[in-house]
């Protein structure tokens, strides 16, 4: 069975431009996460996902968006990029239920110059 | 505010030795708590969940202790090997509230098992 699977797996932007990053969660999950790792840092919560609709957001600017699409998947946009911006940026997808674990994708390196 | 800490930021051990790794975590409500291990440059891994009415929970040479009161995890290595040099990072998952979904993530705790 397939894992989690992100897109692309490096992405170089300059300042000021968008960066789009894909996810496709593991078969059957309806919950997508995503998270920032800043380089030495911890990981930080962006946004949950579940059956479409945004169910919660880390302390992150509106510049940081995204999308679940039918299929589950899910995409995250980073518009008007600043060079704090530069990190791995990692998916999870789960089932929806309390406590349940959540499966890591192995992430999009962006890099802003 | 909500806080969880690893109580170190690295540990070194010698091979066949325990590693203890600690997580203290404060104003959450009763919740389910997970140990990830992580390697550099890649996507935490899964290892162990514990649930608040659990007191520990074994995994081959991993153990996981979850005390509500002192609101404390241990997380145990038995036997450790060079291969278990990671940085392992504990995660709290609410069971309610405005924080329902957010599975938030301590600093993590680079562990170096020396041969």
């Known amino acids: 069975e397939a894992g989690v699977t992100q897109s692309p797996t490096h992405l170089i932007k300059t300042r000021g431009q968008q960066a789009t990053l894909r996810c496709s969660p593991i078969s059957g999950h309806t919950s997508v996460y995503w998270y920032q790792q800043a380089l030495g840092l911890g990981l930080q919560f962006l946004l949950w996902?579940?059956?479409?609709?945004?169910?919660n957001r880390g302390n992150f600017p509106p510049r940081f968006s995204g999308r679940q699409f039918p299929n589950y998947s899910s995409e995250l946009n980073v518009n008007a990029l600043e060079l704090e911006d530069s990190a791995l940026y990692l998916c999870?997808?789960?089932?929806?239920?309390?406590?349940?674990?959540?499966?890591f994708g192995e992430g999009s390196w962006l890099t802003v110059v | 505010s909500q806080k969880i800490e690893q109580n170190s930021e690295a540990l070194n051990i010698q091979e066949g030795k325990t590693a203890t790794l600690t997580c203290n975590y404060t104003?959450?409500?009763?919740?389910?708590l997970q140990w990830y291990r992580q390697d550099p440059g890649r996507g935490p891994v899964f290892l162990l969940l514990?649930?608040?009415?659990?007191k520990e929970k074994r995994k081959e040479r991993l153990k996981v202790t979850f005390d509500t009161t002192l609101k404390q995890s241990l997380f145990h290595i038995t036997a450790s090997q060079p291969a278990d040099s990671a940085t392992y990072l504990c995660?709290?998952?609410?069971?309610?509230?405005?924080?329902?979904?957010?599975?938030?993530f301590g600093q993590g705790t680079i562990l170096t098992v020396h041969p």
């Open positions: 514990i649930r608040e009415n659990e």
């Open positions: 104003n959450y409500s009763p919740a389910y």
């Open positions: 996902y579940d059956e479409g609709e945004e169910r």
């Open positions: 999870a997808s789960s089932f929806l239920e309390r406590g349940n674990t959540i499966y």
């Open positions: 995660a709290l998952r609410p069971t309610g509230g405005t924080s329902y979904g957010k599975l938030t």
